[in-house]
């Protein structure tokens, strides 16, 4: 078999991917964190120091 392809959050204006492992889920989407797939209700970043500009979704 060949190796997951690499799947990037569904989150606008994120440019992570999704670790097939532990994706974050909401509905049939998948997230690279609890904060994209929450949508940032806060305003945080999905990683620290990662330079996403989804923190404002």
């Given at each position: 078999m060949g190796r997951p392809?690499?799947?990037?959050c569904a989150c606008p204006g994120?440019?992570?991917?999704?670790?097939?492992e532990t994706p974050f889920r909401s509905g049939?989407?998948?997230?690279?964190?609890d904060a994209c797939a929450?949508?940032?209700p806060n305003?945080?970043?999905c990683h620290?120091?990662?330079g996403c500009e989804c923190h404002a979704c």
């Amino acid at each position: 078999m060949g190796r997951p392809t690499a799947l990037n959050c569904a989150c606008p204006g994120c440019n992570c991917t999704v670790k097939p492992e532990t994706p974050f889920r909401s509905g049939a989407l998948l997230f690279c964190s609890d904060a994209c797939a929450m949508g940032h209700p806060n305003g945080e970043p999905c990683h620290a120091g990662c330079g996403c500009e989804c923190h404002a979704c």
